[in-house]
């Protein structure tokens, strides 16, 4: 069990499945540059978070919810969490049968863009689920990501090797933190689209020339330009 103190963010999740480097930049150096892809999905889940809790039909609507985990030390808030009421068993109240409302967190992670070839974002939504079994006690099969670009919901099932998943990501995450070393970086198709490529330099590992050489050019392109 960890400590509220030792809590870290449950989006780094997301950025340590992306990339470790990346997860290491940002958290352990504190390292972040805005881009246009950045700044949407930022707009976007502050438009989602600050909403008020609403209902619709057997559905109640939690928005922007406070979520955390001393068994996996994370903490963060879900966009989303839909209280689904179905009807349980039957109980008696004063003489009357009754049935008993039981709700069933349903936690919806929005995304600026498409579906992604890997599993960090169903990870971090399968982070919140966990958060929201060990804070209300109750069992969360499913949730969903709603992604922008394609306008639709993505059901997942958060089954025995996600969640496997998800708790192996959060202990290399706290490994990563208490090691408090940046990963080399290691170039691929992931880079494109990182917002710290500028930052991370992602080729430089694999130039097959010296560091001086390398700088000797760069003030060169410098003076050109």
């Known amino acids: 069990m960890f400590t509220e103190d030792e809590l870290l963010p449950i989006s780094a999740l997301q950025h340590l499945v992306f990339c470790e480097r990346q997860c290491a930049l940002i958290h352990l150096e504190?390292?972040?540059q805005e881009n246009r892809l950045t700044v949407e999905g930022r707009l976007m889940h502050e438009r989602v978070d600050t909403r008020l809790p609403e209902s619709?039909?057997?559905?109640?609507?939690?928005f922007g919810l406070s979520l955390q985990s001393l068994r996996l030390g994370l903490t963060g808030r879900a966009d989303v969490v839909e209280f689904h009421e179905a009807e349980g068993e039957d109980i008696?109240?004063?003489?009357?049968?009754?049935p008993v409302s039981r709700a069933c967190p349903f936690p919806v992670e929005y995304k600026r863009g498409k579906p992604k070839s890997d599993r960090c974002d169903e990870v971090q939504l399968c982070?919140?689920?966990?958060?929201?079994?060990e804070m209300l006690g109750?069992?969360?099969?499913?949730?969903?990501?709603?992604?922008r670009t394609i306008r639709r919901r993505r059901e997942i099932c958060f089954d025995n090797a996600l969640r496997s998943e998800t708790e192996d990501a959060a202990r290399k995450l706290h490994e990563l933190i208490d090691g408090q070393a940046t990963p080399m970086a290691r170039q691929g198709p992931h880079?494109?689209?990182c917002s710290l490529r500028q930052t991370c330099l992602p080729v430089l590992p694999t130039l097959k020339r010296s560091a001086t050489r390398y700088l000797e050019e760069a003030i060169e392109s410098a003076e050109r330009s």
Request: a positive charge.
């Open 127 to 133: 982070a919140q689920a966990l958060c929201i079994e």
């Open 138 to 147: 109750v069992s969360v099969p499913r949730g969903a990501l709603f992604y």
């Open 92 to 98: 008696v109240r004063h003489g009357i049968e009754q």
């Open 56 to 62: 619709r039909g057997r559905v109640r609507i939690a």
């Open 191 to 193: 880079c494109r689209s």
């Open 30 to 32: 504190q390292v972040w």
